[in-house]
């Protein structure tokens, strides 16, 4: 399996994002956004973290109509397999290809800090060999991550499976002390309805080597290497 | 050109300057000459006052690679082809007037100075002093400066991951911010800062030039006064998101083609003068610049305001004629403006035209000679009654209270968690930060290689106002302390010299013992001073703010694994390194328990820098026969705050009742003596011997475990301490 990496002016976690692809021996390529790219069938797309185009106007706002993400909604559409993290999942959204909206944190601050997060759906590739229930080790760094959407679309995604994780303690227990930035029902993470686009605040990619304290998040690229049955 | 005093005053020049440069130029200045003379003989830029005594500095050493000064931030060899370059550059004044955006301007002319040599930002500290924080005023400070820091590092990309804060009263309305960063790379992708090459283009990249930021380098060199809120203008904003592209753009230049370019300089104070004409003098070659040629974001700008704007994230790339195509079409590929605006001359002159008119022709060497003033310091008398006072005549710490005053001291705002200040910084992303803000030392490590680097910053003004010369001193030792409690030797330093108006004797005087005792320090504990900046004229209405030489210690560790930090592990025994547990009442002169207990400082600060090398190498070597788990440095607070320190961390208490109290409790508890650290360790017997065998005093206060935190009378519950520690800052930050 192959993994691109979508670089847009203010992304700063695509390095982290290929080094932690590498810890799991995933080899990745970046793409500035304005390349002309053509995505395989079976190739994850990345939306890294940062703030693309300063967060201004709103963030993912502007990064939406940036010539890259019409190939990445087809490859979505396909099928394909897209993951959105920090400011990615705010594209995603702003791109219409994920629900609802990322605020600013309750507490009006930027947060870096380790957060715990339960996967709650199995419906899709990246989480499907997760442990539903026990607390992953994420940092979270943002200032607007906190979710929102109408009651309708919180229900719809309790309802059809769609949410893939939620802010929680250590041993998985969802508690309003645990949410960082005050989503609604906690919810850190979503997925489309196919399960193949999932968009996720926490940054899977810090959480990569013993050395930088945890390696939790490698638990999202295995899952996907051994759902989609590739080798490395 | 008629030249009276209200022009010389807005170029902060004197009569005597002026008249120093008539001489020199044999002839009168236009107005974009005097302009561009008053901005590099300002102090921010020439360094007028605290250049003649730089020469004290130890600069050499196994790690050095650049010469002080020589270029935008200092160089050391980190072995295998790596390099580090950092620096700390001060943005006070700016600060505080508009806390958001002096500080973030701050970050962001500091990253400028580490990008400029080719080398990648890996870590952004910062060194923060405020009032107290029971003021409003002083609090609205505090909330804008950390907003504004991690408004600018968080957007860009570089973790912000270590530095300090301290509060005193006279740093109301004189808030000081000085930034660090280091940058990490290939020592073949060391870029040099000049104007090589006669017939290159100048080719001027990024922002648009504004009317932002004219006579930042002179408001930065005169005190802040009732009126200087007229100043506003002279405080820049910045574009993090723009700085992230140039950031990009130029690492990338630097480590694919550097071939293509001769030199890379930024945009700082005094902006395009200071830039050209320190690039032309490295180079010993002349600049032209066609002031027609910058683009601008402003209508009907003056050659004088082109000249001297401080418009942010702009650099000045002098590419190889052949090569420019390439250069300019690599600019544009990362969405970022370049334009060439002059040419590198063989005549020494900065020449700046507008169009076909000549505006300036001053020779280089006028414009980076400033008058220098060796300050003439009279060490003022009062500190004669203030040294001697007698601490042991003060009523010692009743055993019965040493609990509670554990619990106050940290809770107390210069003691208390600073997490409510990096919580809102991204420290981690660029996944190498192995020791995380909130011990020590922040340690990044370096991909590809087993190395690690190590970075703190330290400074107690409360000790130099006590004695310059000796807590200069203190202040090395501290900030090198806490780098080794990492594992990690010092390298190098870097200074930010922040003293109030060297004009008055006795401000001048702390300068120069300061430097004095920062020089001695450096060169005992070799860590030599590879860069610095001076800010003077710190200077609210109430006076001058406490001598404060903020360093910067960058050390090297060969295995960024084996990095300790300040938690030990349950089972470990805690062992005092450096000195006798008990202390005598002298060593509370300075100390936060004096200060927070009697609102006064008073006594005489003291340092035996031969001692503190020797303990210093001590725990290094422990460290390398890896028979620590966690190491410590003491500080503010002393012995009693320091292992709280380290037992909060673990979340472990620990049983150190039977540390016996000396003549005095309170010094023994929070007495302030430096050349301490606290280690953890499976192997107490190892330790002990080992530090006999160097003839260093060592005691065993006891194994980590419990939910009591007990040291001598103190005994409390280890979630009450952690409780008063962690929430200290927040409680009082909660307030409007």
């Known amino acids: 399996m192959r993994a691109t990496v979508v670089v847009f002016p203010g992304t700063w976690s695509d390095n982290d994002c290929v080094w932690a692809l590498g810890q799991c021996g995933i080899e990745a390529r970046k793409v500035w956004h304005t390349d002309e790219v053509t995505f395989d069938r079976d190739e994850l797309v990345v939306l890294p973290g940062g703030f693309s185009y300063g967060d201004y106007l709103r963030t993912g706002a502007i990064a939406r109509f940036s010539p890259v993400m019409e190939a990445v909604a087809r490859h979505a559409e396909a099928g394909g397999l897209v993951i959105g993290i920090c400011n990615g999942f705010q594209i995603l959204c702003e791109s219409g290809l994920l629900p609802g909206v990322l605020m600013r944190n309750e507490s009006l601050q930027f947060r870096c800090q380790d957060a715990y997060l339960v996967p709650v759906s199995q419906a899709s590739p990246f989480t499907a060999h997760l442990e539903v229930g026990r607390g992953y080790l994420m940092p979270v760094s943002h200032g607007e991550g906190r979710y929102v959407a109408d009651e309708s679309t919180i229900a719809m995604l309790d309802d059809t499976d769609r949410v893939a994780f939620r802010y929680a303690e250590a041993d998985g227990t969802v508690t309003a002390d645990a949410n960082p930035n005050g989503s609604m029902n906690n919810i850190a993470g979503i997925l489309n309805e196919r399960g193949n686009v999932l968009g996720m605040m926490p940054h899977p990619e810090r959480a990569c080597e013993p050395l930088l304290g945890n390696e939790d998040g490698n638990a999202i690229w295995l899952s996907v290497l051994e759902a989609v049955g590739a080798k490395v | ?736």
């Open chain 2, 1 to 736: 050109m008629p030249v009276d005093d209200l022009v010389l005053q807005q170029v902060a020049m004197s009569r005597s300057e002026y008249e120093r440069l008539l001489d020199m130029l044999d002839r009168e200045p236009t107005e974009v000459e005097l302009g561009m003379v008053g901005a590099l003989w300002s102090e921010h830029c020439g360094y007028k006052h605290s250049k003649p005594l730089f020469k004290h500095f130890p600069s050499t050493g196994d790690y050095v690679l650049t010469k002080t000064g020589e270029e935008n931030a200092g160089a050391i060899d980190l072995g295998d082809g790596w390099v580090a370059v950092f620096k700390m550059e001060s943005h006070n004044h700016p600060s505080a007037l508009e806390p958001y955006e002096g500080a973030a301007t701050g970050v962001g002319g500091i990253l400028r100075d580490i990008f400029a040599m080719g080398m990648r930002p890996v870590a952004l500290l910062d060194s923060l002093r405020f009032g107290p924080l029971s003021d409003q005023r002083n609090r609205r400070l505090f909330r804008g400066v950390v907003a504004g820091i991690g408004g600018y590092g968080n957007c860009i990309g570089v973790p912000t991951v270590g530095g300090e804060v301290q509060m005193h009263p006279a740093y109301s309305g004189n808030p000081l911010v000085n930034a660090m960063c280091v940058g990490v790379g290939r020592r073949e992708h060391l870029l040099s800062a000049s104007a090589s090459g006669v017939g290159n283009p100048l080719v001027l990249v990024g922002a648009d030039t504004g009317v932002d930021g004219i006579h930042g380098a002179t408001f930065a060199s005169v005190e802040l006064s009732e009126g200087s809120d007229a100043h506003r203008p002279a405080v820049q904003v910045g574009n993090p998101f723009l700085e992230k592209l140039l950031m990009e753009a130029c690492c990338e230049l630097a480590e694919q083609h550097k071939d293509w370019i001769e030199g890379l300089q930024d945009l700082g104070a005094a902006g395009l003068t200071s830039s050209a004409v320190e690039a032309a003098n490295r180079a010993g070659t002349g600049i032209e610049i066609d002031v027609a040629l910058v683009p601008r974001r402003a209508q009907h700008m003056t050659p004088y305001q082109v000249m001297l704007s401080e418009s942010q994230e702009r650099m000045l790339v002098i590419p190889k004629r052949e090569h420019l195509d390439e250069v300019l079409a690599h600019f544009r590929r990362w969405e970022i403006r370049a334009d060439v605006i002059g040419t590198v001359t063989d005549d020494q002159m900065a020449t700046i035209r507008d169009g076909d008119q000549v505006v300036a022709r001053i020779p280089v060497r006028v414009l980076v000679d400033p008058p220098q003033y060796p300050p003439e310091g009279v060490r003022p008398s009062s500190l004669d009654a203030l040294q001697a006072e007698d601490l042991a005549a003060q009523p010692d710490l009743e055993p019965s209270e040493a609990s509670s005053m554990l619990l106050r001291l940290l809770a107390s705002e210069n003691i208390s968690s600073r997490r409510w200040i990096y919580r809102q910084y991204d420290h981690q992303v660029q996944n190498n930060t192995v020791v995380r803000p909130g011990g020590d030392a922040a340690v990044i490590r370096i991909k590809h290689s087993t190395k690690g680097v190590a970075a703190a910053t330290d400074c107690n003004g409360r000790m130099l106002a006590l004695d310059p010369r000796t807590g200069a001193a203190m202040a090395v030792a501290e900030a090198c302390r806490n780098v080794v409690a990492t594992g990690a030797k010092p390298a190098a330093l870097t200074d930010c010299l922040n003293f109030g108006n060297p004009e008055k004797p006795d401000v001048a005087w702390q300068l120069e013992e300061a430097i004095l005792g920062l020089s001695e320090a450096a060169r005992v504990l070799e860590a030599p001073v590879i860069s610095g900046n001076a800010s003077l004229y710190n200077e609210a209405p109430t006076g001058s703010i406490l001598p404060t030489p903020s360093i910067g210690v960058v050390g090297l560790i060969e295995d960024a694994r084996t990095a300790l930090t300040i938690a030990p592990e349950p089972g470990d025994t805690v062992i005092l390194l450096g000195a006798e547990v008990a202390q005598e009442a002298a060593t509370l002169a300075g100390s936060e328990y004096q200060w927070l207990t009697r609102e006064r400082i008073a006594g005489m600060p003291r340092i035996d820098l031969g001692l503190e090398s020797r303990v210093q190498r001590l725990v290094l070597d422990l460290h390398e026969r890896a028979l620590l788990t966690a190491a410590h440095d003491l500080a503010d607070g002393g012995l009693a705050v320091a292992l709280a320190e380290m037992c909060i961390a673990a979340g472990e208490g620990i049983d150190a009742s039977d540390t016996a109290a000396g003549a005095r409790l309170d010094a023994t508890l929070f007495g302030e003596e430096p050349s301490r650290f606290l280690v953890a360790t499976a192997n107490p017997q190892a330790v002990l011997e080992f530090a006999a065998g160097h003839n260093i005093p060592a005691v065993a206060l006891g194994v980590v475990g419990g939910d009591r935190l007990r040291v001598g009378p103190v005994d409390v519950a280890l979630a009450a301490a952690a409780h008063e520690w962690g929430e200290g800052l927040d409680r009082v930050l909660a307030k409007i």
